[in-house]
């Protein structure tokens, strides 16, 4: 990818590394007979710098092969249609024994795994009755939810294939005697497998160069890449090889107003007029605006006073208004007084015979 930094690996360095640890090896195993033909696998660590946006799993073919040919296989294949499981498992063990493949131990159709390994129980005999697995490359998506969750702890996850390529034999020995990298983005650490502690120094460190070179390549991760590259097996120290340069990964200071300040007037000189009489004047105006500048006076900050409560203004008393029934009962005496006044009245003016 472009944007990438090259990472040389010294072969003198590594070969050193490789024999220090076979050395370590055999050394741990001198009192142990029964376990010195038991190679142990080497393995590739890298330590990256920034942790991937992606997740992703990287195929890496390697000169020299890693696999023996005891390693049990299995391969999971598409249905055939209008053929039972049998008759499809059968058909696929003859497409294999023509195109010249020998390394397969079993094919599994689909349908037999989705009804004889859905099982808890199955499904861990599975994991453990093979040391790796392929899969048709036209199933692949569908694998997942039927194998569970421990065949991608275990890191046996099925490698896909095509079974319709004219080079059947020639991909499927790439994909067995090669390793694949799960990089996760979860973390800024991922190893793979890259040989055995039986093969010589020279084959263990070409297969070390080809996987860094490979993982470089193909990582979706630019610029400065790879921070540590270590080697170790499940038992032994780690053994670096390669660390990266960290003066290319220095930040930039951060300019402070001085600098800053000074970055401009060499600015400003730079585009500057070559007349010494302009020149003079910028210079003139810079110290004036220099001198312009004044010191601001510390005043101290007045903490805030709770406000007065407002007075709520007085509500003028509305005078009712008398209701008619009121009216009513006020018009009573005031008639009847009325009619008393009319009556003295009456009673004193005499009578005109």
Known sequence: MAGKTEVVIDKEQVKKAVKALQAFIKSKSSGEALFLDEPQPVSLLFTLWKIPKQSQTIRIPLPHGHRSDTDEVCLFTKDEPNMTPEQTQRFYKRLLQEKGVKNISEVIP??????????????????????????????????????????????????????????????????IQGTSINVSNRGCCCMTRVGNSDMTPDELTENIEATVQTMLAKLRVKGQVIKLIHIKTDTSVALPIYTSD?????PEPAQTPKKKKAAAKKQNKKNSPTDNAAAGKVVKENKQEDEEEEIPELVPIETPRKKAKLQRPIKKQLQKTPTAAAVKKGAKPQRKLAQRMDSKVKRKVPKVK
Not at 130 to 145: T, Y
Not at 155 to 167: D, G, I, M, R, Y
Not at 246 to 250: G, M, V, Y
């Open 246 to 250: 960290l003066s290319q990964l220095s």
């Open 110 to 175: 689909f349908t037999t795994l989705k009804k004889e390994y859905k099982p808890y129980e199955a499904k861990r005999r599975l994991l453990g009755n093979f040391d790796m697995f392929l899969s048709d490359d036209r199933i692949r998506r569908l694998l997942p939810s039927h194998l569970g969750k421990h065949f991608y702890e275990r890191k046996k996850e099925p490698l896909t294939v095509s079974l319709k390529s004219n080079h059947l034999a020639r991909d499927i020995q790439r994909v």
